[in-house]
Protein backbone atom coordinates (compact mmCIF):
# COMPACT_ATOMS: atom_id res chain seq x y z
CA UNK A 1 0.00 0.00 0.00
CA UNK A 2 1.73 3.54 -1.14
CA UNK A 3 1.34 6.42 1.14
CA UNK A 4 -0.83 8.29 -0.93
CA UNK A 5 -3.56 4.98 -0.02
CA UNK A 6 -3.00 5.64 3.59
CA UNK A 7 -4.86 9.36 2.84
CA UNK A 8 -8.16 8.08 1.71
CA UNK A 9 -10.97 7.93 4.22
CA UNK A 10 -13.95 6.13 3.80
CA UNK A 11 -17.13 5.63 6.24
CA UNK A 12 -17.69 2.39 5.57
CA UNK A 13 -16.76 -0.57 3.25
CA UNK A 14 -19.66 -3.52 2.29
CA UNK A 15 -19.02 -6.87 1.35
CA UNK A 16 -21.35 -9.51 0.27
CA UNK A 17 -21.10 -13.18 -1.48
CA UNK A 18 -23.37 -12.95 -4.27
CA UNK A 19 -24.50 -16.85 -4.91
CA UNK A 20 -26.40 -15.57 -8.38
CA UNK A 21 -22.79 -14.52 -9.37
CA UNK A 22 -20.37 -16.93 -7.56
CA UNK A 23 -18.09 -13.24 -6.24
CA UNK A 24 -17.52 -11.37 -3.24
CA UNK A 25 -18.47 -7.83 -4.07
CA UNK A 26 -16.77 -5.44 -2.17
CA UNK A 27 -18.57 -1.65 -2.84
CA UNK A 28 -18.00 1.74 -0.51
CA UNK A 29 -20.81 4.26 0.43
CA UNK A 30 -18.28 7.44 -0.53
CA UNK A 31 -17.80 6.03 -3.56
CA UNK A 32 -21.00 4.08 -4.94
CA UNK A 33 -20.00 3.90 -8.98
CA UNK A 34 -16.85 1.50 -7.95
CA UNK A 35 -17.19 -2.22 -7.12
CA UNK A 36 -14.49 -4.54 -6.97
CA UNK A 37 -15.63 -8.77 -7.67
CA UNK A 38 -13.36 -11.50 -6.53
CA UNK A 39 -14.21 -15.03 -7.09
CA UNK A 40 -12.06 -16.48 -4.41
CA UNK A 41 -11.94 -13.87 -1.42
CA UNK A 42 -13.86 -11.05 0.50
CA UNK A 43 -10.41 -9.80 1.84
CA UNK A 44 -9.11 -9.33 -2.10
CA UNK A 45 -12.25 -7.48 -3.32
CA UNK A 46 -11.45 -4.91 -0.44
CA UNK A 47 -8.23 -4.63 -1.62
CA UNK A 48 -9.36 -4.26 -5.12
CA UNK A 49 -11.92 -1.82 -4.37
CA UNK A 50 -9.22 0.29 -2.23
CA UNK A 51 -6.78 0.09 -5.35
CA UNK A 52 -9.78 1.43 -7.76
CA UNK A 53 -10.49 4.06 -5.27
CA UNK A 54 -6.47 5.23 -5.21
CA UNK A 55 -6.19 4.73 -8.79
CA UNK A 56 -9.12 7.46 -9.21
CA UNK A 57 -7.69 9.99 -6.55
CA UNK A 58 -4.58 9.78 -7.99
CA UNK A 59 -5.82 10.92 -11.50
CA UNK A 60 -8.13 13.42 -10.26
CA UNK A 61 -5.10 15.33 -8.29
CA UNK A 62 -5.43 18.96 -8.45
CA UNK A 63 -2.44 20.55 -10.08
CA UNK A 64 -1.40 22.63 -7.74
CA UNK A 65 -0.75 19.40 -5.67
CA UNK A 66 2.32 17.00 -6.34
CA UNK A 67 2.03 13.23 -6.98
CA UNK A 68 2.59 11.30 -4.83
Do not use: K, T
Given at each position: ????????C??????????A????????D?????????????????????????????????????A?
Open positions: MSSFAREILSSIHVYWSSDSVFIALSDHPDLVCRNPWSSLAAVDGLLDLIENRHRHHQPADRPA
